[in-house]
Nanobody, 124 residues
Framework: VQLVESGGGLAQAGGSLRLSCAASGRTFSSYAAGWFRQAPGKEREFVAS???????FYADSVKGRFTVSRDNAKNTVYLQMNSLKPEDTAVYYC???????????????????WGQGTQVTVSS
């Protein structure tokens, strides 16, 4: 599976951005997907994940502000980010993993496929 993120950029605090992750190579609908982010000098952290079934999981820091979704017909996963904060500034990565095991996918080591990342910068 090849993954390509897009949609990053600069936003003001309180604003919104939508990230897209386009997959190719295999039937993406059979994979679970996740979004992670990494700020300078920090470890890569879990943001959100979506199962093949459509079940979603979120980090506490983004719950209620971010929404992960998928369009299997378009082989694309989205991350809608609202009420952005300066602390959301990071490189955001899309990742994919096999459907099984049925875990929430909070650990980046569960994922075998990664995109190149897209920069999100939130100004105060």
């Amino acid at each position: 599976v090849q993954l390509v993120e897009s949609g990053g950029g600069l936003a003001q605090a309180g604003g919104s951005l939508r990230l897209s992750c386009a997959a190719s190579g295999r039937t993406f609908s059979s994979y679970a997907a996740g979004w992670f982010r990494q700020a300078p000098g920090k470890e890569r952290e879990f943001v959100a994940s979506i199962m093949r079934s459509g079940s979603t999981f979120y980090a506490d820091s983004v719950k209620g502000r971010f929404t992960v979704s998928r369009d299997n017909a378009k082989n694309t996963v989205y991350l809608q980010m609202n009420s952005l904060k300066p602390e959301d500034t990071a490189v955001y990565y899309c990742a994919a993993r096999p459907t099984f095991p049925l875990t929430p996918g909070r650990d980046y080591r569960e994922y075998g496929y990664w995109g190149q990342g897209t920069q999100v910068t939130v100004s105060s």
